[in-house]
T-cell receptor, first 114, second 116 residues
Framework: AQSVTQLGSHVSVSEGALVLLRCNYS??????LFWYVQYPNQGLQLLLK??????LVKGINGFEAEFKKSETSFHLTKPSAHMSDAAEYFC????????????FGSGTRLLVRP | DADVTQTPRNRITKTGKRIMLECSQT?????MYWYRQDPGLGLRLIYY???????NKGEISDGYSVSRQAQAKFSLSLESAIPNQTALYFC???????????????FGPGTRLTVL
């Protein structure tokens, strides 16, 4: 069965500092992986996705993620945090069957300090 | 205008009441989903539908029912609401023409439901 683990329910960084949000997955076959962001009082918005092409995936707002099969990881990074990045971030894996379902991690809330 | 809309945005109700949450989309997508979000648990799938005649249970369907009235409308009902159904509920859509590797789901703004 596939699953997603996000380490750290809360991450706090200073404005301008590196952002690193961790995601590990469990899958018996190569997965398709997604990062979504949820701003306060809004729905989820796709940041980026890995679909077995390039292992380094660039997304919106300066975020990127690297797929590392040996580590079963898909960590999200941004070189320099901005106050507007404060939000909750969800990693998700697509089920490898005909259901087209997404399995979400528990989420990481990013706090950006001035 | 938003592509995926949910009504109501906020609802407070009492235990035992029947509640319906509605979702409409103008994206022309055939697949629709209902999730609930609880703090620390992420999003969990309640029901999903691939077309009007194809409705499937998700991982936490007990206590919920759905209706796909049209391709663009997917409603979630709580027949007899209980306090542990207090949560944030999201509707989402995706497009059949996208493969599993492109299963990007588009989310509505959510409905915050409180059951007293």
């Amino acid at each position: 069965a596939q699953s997603v683990t996000q380490l750290g329910s809360h991450v706090s960084v200073s404005e301008g500092a590196l952002v690193l949000l961790r995601c590990n997955y469990s899958s018996s076959v190569p997965p398709y992986l997604f990062w979504y962001v949820q701003y306060p009082n809004q729905g989820l918005q796709l940041l980026l996705k890995y679909t077995s092409a390039a292992t380094l995936v660039k997304g919106i707002n300066g975020f990127e993620a690297e797929f590392k099969k040996s580590e079963t990881s898909f960590h999200l990074t941004k070189p320099s945090a901005h106050m507007s990045d404060a939000a909750e971030y969800f990693c998700a894996v697509s089920r490898m069957d005909s259901s087209y379902k997404l399995i979400f991690g528990s989420g990481t809330r990013l706090l950006v300090r001035p | 205008d938003a592509d995926v809309t949910q009504t109501p945005r906020n609802r407070i109700t009492k235990t035992g009441k029947r509640i319906m949450l509605e979702c409409s989309q103008t994206k022309g997508h055939d697949r629709m989903y209902w999730y609930r979000q609880d703090p620390g648990l992420g999003l969990r799938l309640i029901y999903y539908s691939f077309d009007v005649k194809d409705i499937n249970k998700g991982e936490i369907s007990d206590g919920y029912s759905v209706s796909r009235q049209a391709q663009a409308k997917f409603s979630l009902s709580l027949e007899s609401a209980i306090p542990n159904q207090t949560a944030l509920y999201f509707c989402a859509t995706s497009d059949r023409t996208s493969g599993r590797d492109n299963n990007e789901q588009f989310f509505g703004p959510g409905t915050r439901l409180t059951v007293l």
